[in-house]
């Protein structure tokens, strides 16, 4: 396969910045998705080429992030069961080269130095390396991370490295001066050559075919440290290579407890998770909502004793942050609160998932203690290829800013009785809202399941977010927005007469959430579509007028194609050929409370 002069070309430009309201943009857009697109491709070829079964794409930076055009386009390649070890064989393509080389990429947790060091002991096993693989070592480059962006430039040829013991101490130097830095070995094409070179792809593909036995070094390492924190919880496991496999043992382990949750609850509050790090359970009290949070995040193991999943109970005189967040003493100390601890343990440890549970959410307002986390959930943003968000504290004993990490996840649970407060819709619209009323007291089935399944850990990367903005997406499957916005446009029709209608925010999680359950193939679109009405929009609606009963009417007619009458006899049949079933079960749930008591709401009170 063939590289064009416009991959290269796209990034001669003085300016990298990107308005998307500017003239010009819209060429720019074009320019360089395409180019980014071929890129993906382009990868996709040269990782065929190499013949590797276990290697797969672990990433593709974005082209562009946060208004910010991408330098270059970097690609990460990794072992399909070690994705959330910072080791990687990049790919890299900027104006004038191209680059297939050995990296880390763990460059912003400054706590990883054991990790650092144990990638790059693969310089001791170097010699092995080019006797084994008959490496011909005129061919690659040993360059430091020191230079940052130009650093490829200061490279020294791996023929070098091998017999001038000066020029190999000096680079070893870099490497153990601060423990922050790494070596990186790879090829690096000029433009020229790549332009004229028959099957690019192919010869990329014999690189990392060449370079897999040094990732591999980097790679294989085991962890006294995290076994002792740990204790039972196997490190380092046999991940799994899809999100159904992982469902399918959160599910196993759930039911070893003694807990009856179907599979697809399981699936829908993983895809919950990973479309936004904040979830709602609600729900009549006894349900087990607490306990699925519980096992759900043990069973990848998350715990207290390790300290990756963390229980707060709300208290109901809560009417500020401070509480959670922490707060200020009279010696002018500052006092952590139990979220902030479980924040800045989760920044130290990014490659892990670490889950906080909010007890009983709304035994106080939620909009006054927990606003100031909701408005910095918003403001989530890609930063060099990195997920942030705007800075929600100042720890000034350690000098630095806390910002919420991408690796911690927040589930709330709630009961609506007399007791406790209602949702506005400024935290409807930031949750998915998953209710859980099914109560099957006579099926005990699952209390016949003997067998222990062991909790086993992962890594983050299974539950990250791989979206944030729309476009995000839509570069790569405009199709689904498409259908999705089609069926929302419908919806709001009907929400529009009491203003109940959604806006971008929720289109766009509606989005993400049937993005990541197609990848994955966990249900169809139209099971997925119908959680997502119910998690994401019934909640809004509530009232006692004319005009709700309309809209109810209206939404039963959309989901299940009938009109809503009176003939009880009529229902079930209605039910069984719906559309979206679970949504059409609960507006009508809702339209006889509103025949009943005058008043109706999403919530079982």
């Given at each position: 396969m063939r590289i064009t002069n416009h991959a290269f070309d796209v990034f001669e430009r003085t300016n990298f910045i990107y308005r998307k309201h500017e003239e010009g943009a819209q060429q720019v857009k074009q320019d360089y998705t395409s180019a980014w697109n071929e890129w993906k491709k382009i990868v996709e070829r040269s990782l065929r080429d190499s013949d590797s079964d276990d290697l797969t794409i672990e990433n593709t930076e974005n082209w562009q992030n946060s208004g910010n055009l991408s330098k270059r386009f970097w690609s990460r390649i990794k072992d399909k069961q070690l994705l959330d070890v910072p080791s990687?064989?990049?790919?890299?393509i900027s104006k004038d080269n191209l680059r297939v080389y050995l990296e880390w990429?763990?460059?912003?947790?400054?706590?990883?130095h054991e990790e650092r060091k144990i990638h790059n002991s693969w310089v001791n096993s170097i010699d092995k390396w080019i006797e084994e693989n008959n490496i011909d070592i005129s061919q690659y480059?040993?360059?430091?991370?020191?230079?940052?962006?130009?650093?490829?430039?200061?490279?020294?040829?791996?023929?070098?490295?091998?017999?001038?013991?000066?020029?190999?101490?000096?680079?070893?130097?870099?490497?153990?001066?601060?423990?922050?830095?790494?070596?990186?070995?790879?090829?690096?094409?000029s433009k020229q050559d790549v332009l004229h070179h028959e099957d690019i792809t192919s010869e990329m593909g014999q690189v990392i075919k060449e370079l897999e036995w040094l990732y591999r070094k980097a790679t294989i390492y085991t962890s006294k440290k995290e076994e002792e924190v740990v204790k039972q919880i196997r490190e380092q496991p046999d991940p799994f290579l899809t999100s159904q496999d992982l469902i399918t043992h959160i599910h196993s382990y759930i039911q070893s407890k003694g807990f009856f949750?179907?599979?697809?609850?399981?699936?829908?509050?993983?895809?919950s998770i990973k479309t936004k790090p904040f979830v709602i359970l609600s729900g009549i009290s006894g349900t087990g909502k607490t306990k699925i949070v519980q096992w759900f995040a043990e069973s990848m193991g998350?715990?207290?004793?390790?300290?990756q999943f963390v229980l707060i109970p709300i208290r109901p005189d809560w009417n500020d942050g401070s509480d959670l967040l922490g707060y200020t003493d009279i010696k002018g100390d500052f006092i952590k609160g139990p979220l902030t601890k479980a924040i800045l343990e989760a920044d130290r440890n990014p490659e892990k998932p670490y889950f906080v549970l909010l007890d009983e959410m709304n035994l106080a307002r939620v909009e006054h203690y927990f606003s100031d986390i909701l408005s910095v959930m918003e403001s989530r943003k890609w930063q060099e290829g990195e997920m942030v968000t705007s800075t929600l504290l100042r720890d000034e004993s350690e000098n630095k800013d806390i910002k919420l990490p991408t690796n911690l996840y927040i589930i709330g649970t709630v009961n609506m009785d007399e007791t406790t407060y209602p949702f506005s819709k400024k935290v409807l619209d930031r949750a998915n809202t998953i209710e859980f009323n099914r109560v099957e007291l006579s099926n005990l089935a699952f209390l016949e399941e003997q067998?222990?399944?062991?909790?086993?850990?992962?890594?983050?990367?299974?539950?990250?977010?791989?979206?944030?903005?729309?476009?995000?997406?839509?570069?790569?499957?405009s199709e689904l927005v498409h259908k999705v916005t089609t069926e929302l446009e419908?919806?709001?029709?009907?929400?529009?007469?009491?203003?109940?209608?959604?806006g971008y925010r929720v289109r766009d999680e509606i989005c993400f959430y049937l993005a990541y359950n197609e990848d994955s193939k966990l249900m169809s679109f139209e099971q997925a579509f119908d959680h997502c009405i119910l998690q994401k929009i019934l909640p809004r609606i509530s009232g006692s007028d004319t005009r709700v009963e309309q809209l109810l009417m209206g939404l039963y007619r959309l989901f299940t194609g009938k009109e809503y009458t009176d003939e009880f006899e009529s229902y079930d049949n209605d039910m069984k050929f719906a559309k979206y079933p679970k949504s059409a079960a609960k507006v009508l749930e809702m339209l006889r409370r509103l025949r009943d008591d005058g008043f109706t709401s999403f919530w079982v009170s």
């Open positions: 990687c064989i990049a790919a890299m990429h763990g460059y912003k947790n400054e706590a990883l480059k040993i360059w430091t991370n020191k230079e940052e962006v130009e650093d490829y430039r200061n490279y020294v040829m791996l023929e070098q490295f091998i017999n001038n013991s000066d020029i190999r101490e000096n680079v070893l130097n870099v490497i153990e001066t601060d423990g922050k830095n790494w070596i990186r070995i790879g090829k690096v094409f949750y179907t599979k697809e609850e399981v699936i829908n509050l993983f895809l998350a715990t207290e004793e390790n300290g067998s222990e399944v062991e909790s086993i850990a992962i890594g983050n990367s299974m539950l990250c977010s791989k979206y944030l903005h729309l476009k995000d997406l839509y570069s790569e499957n419908h919806i709001n029709q009907s929400l529009q007469l009491t203003n109940a209608h959604i």
